[in-house]
Nanobody, 124 residues
Framework: QVQLVESGGGLVQAGGSLRLACAASGRTFSTYATAWFRQTPGKEREFVATINWSGGFTYYADSVKGRFTISRDNAKNTVYLQMNSLKPEDTAVYYC?????????????????WGLGTQVTVSS
């Protein structure tokens, strides 16, 4: 069993930055691929970024490529999402998710464990 807790959300002006963190319990977390998704009211949860177990491979949604960076520190059982040049359309609840395999995945149905989310609001 893995428990995920997101933190770092908040209110920021357009053009600003935030760093989200996803802290995990469980010794095997370091062998799992992890991703960030986001959701706004009335819309489906959408993929943002994913990282493989070692941190050597990453993949991003086109909408965030070049602005967001996903990374991980397996010694701390934590995955991060550095978000720069934020736009109002990035406003959403951001969720961390992990899957019991080390390879990347962009489909939310492929993920086994989810956090409760953290709100990010970008004002114009």
């Amino acid at each position: 069993q893995v428990q995920l807790v997101e933190s770092g959300g908040g209110l920021v002006q357009a053009g600003g930055s935030l760093r989200l963190a996803c802290a995990a319990s469980g010794r095997t977390f370091s062998t799992y691929a992890t991703a960030w998704f986001r959701q706004t009211p009335g819309k489906e949860r959408e993929f943002v970024a994913t990282i493989n177990w070692s941190g050597g491979f990453t993949y991003y949604a086109d909408s965030v490529k070049g602005r967001f960076t996903i990374s991980r520190d397996n010694a701390k059982n934590t995955v991060y999402l550095q978000m720069n040049s934020l736009k109002p359309e990035d406003t959403a609840v951001y969720y961390c998710a992990t899957r019991t395999t080390g390879v990347l995945g962009t489909n939310r149905d492929e993920y086994d464990y989810w956090g409760l989310g953290t709100q990010v609001t970008v004002s114009s």
